[in-house]
Structure formats: C-alpha cells, structure tokens
C-alpha cells in the first residue's frame, strides 16, 4: 500500500472554519475536486485503489489525452443528451475547456487544438502522463494528503448524514463531507469497478444501471478475416432487424476486428445498438455511399451510357477496399469482369441496394468493460447541479462518471469529470450546508 502523508494545511480543530473532507477516487474528477477542497482550506484526504493516481487518464486518448474540447460552454454542451447537458450547464461555466487548459499550462504542459476540435497536450510520447503529473504537482501544493493502494468497500451512514467509508482491510475513514468520485464500470483494470454505485443504491441514492456506451460491437458473424479493414466516408446504420426500419445512424469509419467492427462510428452508435439489441431485433449495415438510391441510380445508368465499358469492380473500388471487391460480386452474384454496360437492371438494383446497406449483420452483446465510458450512474435528477450534493444529504458529494453523464468521444467526458470536480470540491464552511 502506497501511503503519502503531506502536511494537512486549515486543519479545523481550532474550531474555525475548515472542514474534513475525503474524497473517494484519484482520477480526473477527484483531482480536481481535491485541488478545489483544499484551496478552499480544507482539510484533504483522498484515497484511491491503484498504486497511483489518475491510470484511465494515462491511457485516455491512446496515450496521448484528448484533455477537452475547444469551444464555450454552450458549444460543448449540444453534444451531450438534452437532460445530461443542462444538469452540466453550472459546472461548464465555473470551470470549462479553457480552464483545464489555463491550469494545465500553469504547470508547463501546453496544449493545441486539432482540426476537429480535440485538444491534446503538445505532442509528446507520454503526454497523457504529462497530465497527470501536472496535477499531482497541484495537488502536492495545496498539502493534500492522499493515500494510494486504498480500496473502499463500503459507505456507512443514514441520511441525512454519511459517517464514513471502510475501506478493505477494515479499517474507516471519517470525515465531514464525502466526496465521491469513483469513476464508471468501464476497463475495470484501470480501477473501475462500478461497485461505489450499488453501495450508493443501497443508501436509498437513485441510480441507473451501468450499461454499455463508446464501446466495439460484436457481431454474430463476425469477418476476423477483414481484421484491419476499414469502411470510409459513409454512415454505420441500426435496423430493427433485416431490411427493417432504420433506427439510427451514425456517419464515420468502421474498422473491421476480429469479433466484430470497431471505429469512431461503432463507438459511438454501441449505446443505441444495445438498448435495440435487449429490446428484441437489431441489425447493422453500413452505407457506403452518401447519395440516396435514387441518386446512386442515376449515377450508375449515367456510366452504362457514358462509359459502358467501366468495370463493376473498378466504380466499387472507389467505394470499398480492395479486399472487399470480391466479396461484393460473389454476394451480388456478379462475374468478376462485369462491365457496366452488360448489367441488368435488377442487378444494377440489387448493387444500389448492397451499396446503400453493406451488410453487417447482427451484433452480440456489447461489453460494459470495453467501453470508453460507462453510461447509467447516479441519477441526475437526485443531485444539486450547482454543487454535485446528493438531495437528501447533508454530506455527500458526487462527481466525474460516477454520475449519470455519458458523452461522445473527442474530450467531452474529461471536461464533464473536470468540471463536476470542480464543483464538487467547493465546500463550502463548517456552518453551511455541505
Ligand atoms: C481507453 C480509454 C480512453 C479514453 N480516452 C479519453 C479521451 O481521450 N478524452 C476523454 O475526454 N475521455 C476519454 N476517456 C474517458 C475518460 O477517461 C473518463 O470519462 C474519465 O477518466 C472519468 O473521470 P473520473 O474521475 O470520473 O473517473 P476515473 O478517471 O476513472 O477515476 C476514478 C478513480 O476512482 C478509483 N476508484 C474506483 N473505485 C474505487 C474504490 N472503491 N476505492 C478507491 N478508489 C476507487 C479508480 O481506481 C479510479 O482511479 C477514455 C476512457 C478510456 C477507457
């Protein structure tokens, strides 16, 4: 167990102001929450289950940590969900993109901004662990004490008031505010159990189940021998099963894996693929092309005039790797050396038809574990979104992906666990309320 103990500054024993406060998890929310508790002079003791702090941050953005997003509140908040995004609204105006990006350069690390928005540290091999020693850094400052190797097992108290947590050797830790921290259920190797939830559930909070979000998807039949092979510039598609009605659609690249399709498309259409799968029939295809049917059509009767001698194979080309040409006459039933001027018309629909929905098939169930969030969490609609209090308690502070708070990829689960830290950690004097 890697116990540090650093001098406790605004310790409140002298009867004034400062309170203790523990803060459960050592990742990007409970940094942040910590570094806030403290400066305020509060007497910090933060524990954590790895040997060291902030491990799914280190891994975050291959290695390289996609810190936020660049834009204003109000243009990061329209991509979370309708409820997720006003309970966010207080926490992205106190300590939005900007902010992370002020602290991180205060401690050395500089950040840029990407094409699409994503803001990542300046290149360097290790720069997701730039991050976290940049805030262990703050952290030290402001004489927090934080005890690694330290699991909790349990919360112990009644509402209105959380006493303490146990931790698993036994032992307790008391304090005055709690504030919990522990991250989602996904990539439980990086510390993440999701088992803070159900002790919270059995304290009477409400919460919604973990489930399954930015995840790959399995596929009932899946093409191991595709592993690598990526389908560009078209749109990932949700059927109620075979030829159903489309349920959502997600435009991006999928990638091919060995069980099933990953890629930015698949990450984020695995939530929506899931809740359809428990819900009876889903189905998944990919439409290469952006132009609907008719134009698509058109296009090919177009080339049977203009160029009729153009091979099939060469206009799919332009649409599909190579090593899914072949694939695509053997399931049309096309010779290889089809020419566009030969083609029927029914064949020439059924291309159309395959273009517009390669299909995929249907997916197996998507793993929690491999998600690069965990949707479900506490309830948002049980927490005071200006200060991350549980209602109903006096004491008991939650934050990061913890809560009910799922966004898509590109730096926005980051700044949502930032900025709920940051609130979370503003505690308030011993005469107010937590
Ligand atoms: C592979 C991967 C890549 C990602 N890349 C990005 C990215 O580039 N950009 C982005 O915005 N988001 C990314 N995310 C998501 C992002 O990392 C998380 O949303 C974010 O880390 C959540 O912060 P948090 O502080 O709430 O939880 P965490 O960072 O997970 O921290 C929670 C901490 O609590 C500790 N803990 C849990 N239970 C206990 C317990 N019982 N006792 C003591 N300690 C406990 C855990 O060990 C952990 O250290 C990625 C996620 C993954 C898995």
Redesign the pocket.
């Known amino acids: 167990m890697g116990v540090r103990f650093l001098e406790v500054i605004g310790v409140g024993e002298t009867g004034v102001r400062a309170r203790t406060v523990v803060v ?7 940094m942040i929450a910590t570094w806030q508790a403290a400066s305020l002079g509060h007497a910090v003791t933060m ?4 040997g060291r ?5 280190r ?3 291959g290695g390289k ?3 936020t997003h660049e834009g204003s509140a109000k243009e990061l908040l329209v991509v979370f969900a309708k409820e997720q995004a006003r309970f966010l609204r207080p926490a992205f105006h106190a300590f939005g993109s900007g902010e992370i990006r002020d602290l991180l350069q205060r401690e050395g690390v500089e950040t840029y901004v990407r094409e699409n928005g994503r803001v990542f540290p300046k290149d360097s091999p290790g720069s997701a662990g730039e991050v976290v020693a940049a805030m262990q850094r703050v952290l030290e400052r402001a004489g927090v004490q934080v005890r690694t190797g ?4 349990g919360l112990v108290g009644v509402a209105p008031r959380l006493e303490a947590l146990t931790l698993e050797d036994g032992s307790w830790v008391r304090g005055d505010v709690f504030i919990l ?4 259920a ?2 439980p190797e ?4 999701g ?2 939830l159900e002790a919270l559930r059995n304290l009477g909070v409400v919460v919604n189940p973990w489930f399954p979000a930015l995840a790959p998807i399995p596929l009932v039949a899946p093409r191991p021998e595709w592993e690598g092979v990526a389908l560009r510039d078209g749109s990932l598609q949700l059927h109620a099963g075979a030829g159903g009605k489309r349920l959502a659609t997600f435009a991006g690249d999928v990638v091919f894996t060995r069980s099933g399709i990953s890629g930015p498309a698949a990450l984020e259409l695995s939530q929506e693929v899931e809740r359809a799968r428990r819900g009876g029939l889903a189905w998944l295809s990919y439409a290469l092309s952006s132009l609907n049917e008719e134009l698509l059509d058109a296009q090919l009767q177009q080339l049977q005039q203009g160029n009729p001698h153009l091979a099939v194979r060469t206009w799919l080309q332009r649409l599909l790797p190579e090593r899914l040409c072949a694939f695509a006459h053997a399931e049309l039933a096309l010779p290889p050396d089809q020419r566009m001027k030969d083609l029927p018309r029914a064949a020439r629909r059924s291309l159309v038809a395959w273009v517009r929905a390669f299909p995929l098939g249907e997916p197996r169930a998507v793993p929690l574990s491999k ?3 965990a949707a479900g969490g506490v309830r948002l609609d049980g927490i005071d979104p200006r200060t991350m209090a549980v209602k109903g308690w006096e004491n008991l502070r939650v ?4 809560l009910d708070i799922d966004g898509p990829i590109g ?5 949502a ?1 930032f900025s709920t ?1 940051f609130l979370a950690g503003q505690v308030g004097p011993s005469s107010a309320f937590s």
């Open positions: 459960l998890g050592g990742g990007a929310a409970g524990l954590e289950a790895n702090l902030g491990v799914k941050l891994i975050s953005g940590c996609n810190v330290a699991r909790v097992a921290a522990a991250g989602g996904s990539y990086t510390g993440t159990r088992e803070v998600g690069e969030v934050c990061g992906e913890l730096g926005y689960n980051l700044q666990a830290g």
